[in-house]
């Protein structure tokens, strides 16, 4: 399928979605997450530093109400295949607010995307921020039992708000 045809629901995967990751800082969640869609073949191996220094310039936290979810991306060039990483932290970590570099936001979720086409970044960031800002699937995620069912969630959300 050309990434041009790609919608929300084709790039979420429910084996790019991580239940549990460990992570003490948002640099170190952010490079396991890039380096698990390097490892995976998704992304070029530059992917990690490029989505690591594009976090100190632009920072992802989203700055709504209820639980706190970061959607860290990076340029196209980094990206074999268009793909979102989902992730769900046992603790919180902070991340900068997107909109106020200076607000800092306790982190339990974070979607990476990594997505070859440049004009999709626009579409991918409306339909997650509808999805997100929704509390009650924000809670729901974080209440999940497993990867499986943050996957359903996810899946469910993105049929009720996606493109």
Do not use: W
């Amino acid at each position: 399928m050309n990434d041009n045809n790609l919608n929300f629901s084709d790039l979420v995967k429910q084996d790019f979605v991580l239940g549990n990751l460990q992570a003490s800082t948002r640099e170190e969640a952010l490079m396991l997450m890039a380096e698990f869609l390097v490892d995976k073949g998704k992304c070029e191996p530059t992917f990690v530093d490029a989505i690591l220094k594009r976090e100190q310039l632009h920072p992802s936290g989203l700055p709504m109400p209820g639980p706190k979810i970061a959607i860290p991306h990076t340029d196209a060039e980094h990206v074999r295949q268009s793909i979102i990483l989902f992730a769900r932290l046992p603790e919180p970590v902070e991340f900068l607010s997107m909109g106020s570099p200076d607000d800092k936001l306790e982190v339990r979720m974070i979607s990476m995307f990594a997505l070859k086409e440049k004009k999709r970044i626009g579409d991918m960031l409306e339909t997650l921020i509808n999805v997100y800002q929704n509390e009650e699937i924000l809670n729901k995620i974080l209440d999940a039992c497993d990867s499986e069912e943050i996957f359903q969630t996810l899946k469910d959300a993105v049929k009720q708000y996606g493109k």
